[in-house]
């Protein structure tokens, strides 16, 4: 943590939309020679509470984790709901969709970036935390996600 | 390094294709409270000896790289010559483009992904080292690029 707009300045995920996460994670496992993680899927919406375009959303993704040190690769496909996944595996196909960080005060961290004209796009709860999607492609050419853990 | 097929499973770089890199370049130094760097501007065909589909090719970009501990994050505008960076930004606007790992045999790093369906599509020169990008958008969701240095 540090005293930056965002409290930090370490990314700790890229995250990659694909249409075949069986096939995708097989290829990372073999082609960067890392263990093939498990495959899991995201909850529905009574537990993710999750809102695309400021409205509730059933948006379901299979998720695959590679662990790079400090970076984690996440593999996407979404499987439900309309969703940003959704929307950018429909527009550019298999492709890196976001850079991550961890916060701190996610109501904030959102608020501030609105006030910057990055608006969020999507959020949602995971078990033991939430995340937010924020689309900063018009400034920063990406876009970012904020993860925020539970426990601090 | 390790003893993983590219030697290594440590990411570098996350690499981002701008039309704009001054804004692009100042938007990330204020949301993400890093500083400013200077943009460089990639030298000429004479220099880099740059290869794009095979082809020699004048491709020049302006650049800045911003350092996020074991990332950097390197903004690429393309100002001349056909290449994978101004495909990018003509097929998908501003968007992060590859994932960038260091290495060393470039050579055989290069000939082993091709021999597994991941062919070489730009590589080049540069003061104290080289890149190569491969697309492995259908295998792994994303560009790859190899670096690497003279001094090793």
New interface residues.
């Given amino acids: 943590m ?5 409290g930090t ?3 700790t995920q ?1 995250g ?3 249409g075949d996460i069986e096939a ?1 994670a097989r ?2 496992s ?5 263990p093939l993680p498990q495959i899991r899927e995201t909850a529905g919406y009574e537990e993710t509470q999750a809102e695309y375009a400021g409205q509730p959303t059933n948006a379901r993704a299979k998720l695959a984790f590679f662990d ?4 984690t ?1 996440e ?1 996407i496909e979404p499987i439900d709901g309309p969703s940003t996944w959704r929307d950018q595996l429909e527009q ?6 976001h ?1 991550a960080f961890r916060i701190q005060g996610m109501g904030e961290k959102i608020a501030w ?1 609105g006030g ?1 004209g ?1 608006p969020l796009v999507q959020r949602g709860e995971f078990t033991g935390g939430r995340y937010a999607y924020l689309d ?7 876009i970012l996600e904020l993860l925020e853990s539970d426990a601090t």
Same sequence: chains 1, 2.
């Fill in positions: 540090t005293g930056t707009p965002l300045t370490t990314i890229i990659i939309i694909v995708k290829a990372w073999e082609i960067l020679g890392v790079f040190g400090q970076v690769v593999l550019h196909g298999d492709s890196l969709h850079i970036l910057h990055i900063a492609v018009p400034q920063l050419g990406s």
